[in-house]
C-alpha cells in the first residue's frame, strides 16, 4: 500500500517539556524559514494492485469442515499432516 509518513520531529521530543526549544534554539530554528510540517501520501493505485493478495471468502468452506466435525465425518489425513508439520518445522528453522 503506497503510504508514506515523514515526521519532521519525533512525536516524543515534541511532548517533552525538556526538549522544547529554549530561547537561543529558537531564534535559530527562526532563521531557517523551514515550517514544520508532516505529510502523508496515498496512492490507489498501489492500493488497487495489492487487491490479489488480499485472501478469498472461505466461508463456504469453513462451513462445510465445521459440519463435518459436527457429525463426526471428518477425516484427518495423517500422512499430509505429517507432512505439513515437517515441513512448517523446515520453515521455522531458518529463523
Given at each position: 500500500?503506497g ?28 532563521s ?55 515441513q ?8
Amino acid at each position: 500500500m503506497g503510504i508514506e509518513i515523514t515526521a519532521r520531529a519525533p512525536l516524543a521530543d515534541v511532548n517533552r517539556p525538556a526538549n522544547k526549544l529554549s530561547g537561543n534554539n529558537q531564534a535559530n530554528n527562526k532563521s531557517t524559514n523551514e515550517p514544520v510540517t508532516d505529510s502523508v501520501n496515498l496512492s490507489v493505485n498501489d492500493l488497487l494492485s495489492n487487491l490479489d493478495s488480499i485472501p478469498p471468502d472461505n466461508s463456504a468452506r469453513i462451513a462445510e469442515l465445521k459440519n463435518k466435525i459436527e457429525n463426526g465425518n471428518y477425516v484427518v489425513d495423517s500422512q499430509k499432516l505429517a507432512e505439513n508439520i515437517i515441513q512448517n518445522e523446515n520453515e521455522l528453522a531458518t529463523f
